[in-house]
């Protein structure tokens, strides 16, 4: 009698964990969504010039810290090296004060001059030492405006855009649009519009899932619409971002049309 009513028991148990699981997967939105780039960096030119080399092309996978582009590098390597040759002279006037301040020491220790002309030795070479600093500090300017005429991938991902030819001239003033563009491939983003109602439901980090091409991938909310971007009979549409892990060896590209999970 009492093994019959322990395997009633379990079975309603098992009956009751299923009404459990499927009433919670019936709470589950299932919810049409877009890809979209998680960041995607521009890059446009820092001083006026002319592009030298375009070294890659739309849709070519990079790594970080490839060149991308390189503008002519002339003048720039003209600037760093008049600023190099103002610290050689600088470093040898500094040299010729520090000998001076050291003999005007030496006199005034022996009573040979006076305060004022010790004075002077120290003003002298107070302004050497100044003016060697003020040359290492153009030398490192140089040297930057020198690195910054060579455009390099911030991290790996694709190129997604590009607008610069060899030859081209490029004035900073007039850029539009960006020489190139790059974005990563290693996270995603799934775009799903939804009600202010269905918002306020979730907070960013909560477990979400993405169905791609039939196949269910874990992921999480990413971030929750501000502005609405339509208004609708029903009431005002937010956007709701899903982020996930993409794999090295898909293609993924934006607008392609997926499925999220939220819970």
């Known amino acids: 009698m009492t093994s019959a009513r322990n395997s009633l028991r379990a079975a309603a ?9 499927s009433a919670s997967a019936a709470a589950a939105q299932e919810l049409s969504a877009r890809l979209e780039w ?34 002519d590098q002339r003048e720039a390597r003209a600037s760093l090296l008049e600023t190099q040759a103002q610290l050689a002279r600088g470093v ?34 107070a302004a050497a030492l100044a003016e060697h600093e003020s040359e290492r500090a153009a030398v490192a300017a140089a040297e930057v ?24 001239v490029i004035y900073t003033s007039l850029q539009q649009a960006p020489l190139v563009a790059v974005a990563p491939t ?9 009600t202010s109602e269905v918002l306020r439901r979730y907070r960013p980090g909560q477990e ?6 039939g196949e269910r991938r874990p992921a999480a909310v990413y971030s929750l619409g501000v502005e609405a971007v339509r208004i609708d009979p029903a ?6 971002d899903v ?21």
């Open 38 to 71: 998680v960041d995607r960096v521009e890059m446009r030119a820092v001083a006026n010039g002319v592009v030298d080399k375009v070294l890659v092309t739309m849709g070519e996978h990079v790594e970080a810290g490839d060149l991308l582009l390189r503008m």
């Open 208 to 213: 979400a899932a993405v169905i791609i091409r």
């Open 145 to 168: 405006m020198l690195e910054r005429t060579e455009l390099r991938a911030p991290f790996t991902g694709i190129v997604v855009e590009r607008n610069a030819y060899d030859g081209a």
């Open 13 to 21: 148990l098992r009956t009751l964990l299923a009404l459990l699981l």
């Open 92 to 125: 040898v006037a500094l040299d010729d004060a520090r000998r001076e301040l050291d003999r005007a020491q030496e006199l005034f220790d022996r009573g040979l001059i006076a305060t004022e002309e010790l004075k002077d030795a120290e003003l002298g070479h």
């Open 186 to 194: 290693d996270r995603m983003l799934a775009r799903a519009l939804v």
């Open 243 to 263: 982020v996930f892990d993409a794999r090295p060896d898909e293609i993924l590209r934006p607008s392609e049309f997926v499925k999220v999970v939220l819970p």
């Open 235 to 240: 009431g005002a549409v937010y956007e709701l």
